[in-house]
């Protein structure tokens, strides 16, 4: 069985286009993969 891959959506947020980049490629690569992520850094609480 696979792991869940995480990403972090603070890649995304950055101003580093080098971080940005990594996020799709890693987000892309998931869903191809297994069909669904955790996301990380989506500023969200559990409320």
Request: proline letters at 4%; charged letters at 30%.
């Amino acid at each position: 069985m696979q792991n869940i891959p995480s990403v972090d959506l603070r890649d995304f947020l950055s101003d580093d286009p080098t971080r940005k980049q990594k996020f799709v490629n890693e987000i892309g690569k998931a869903f191809e993969d297994i069909g669904f992520v955790a996301l990380k850094g989506h500023f969200l609480n559990d409320q």
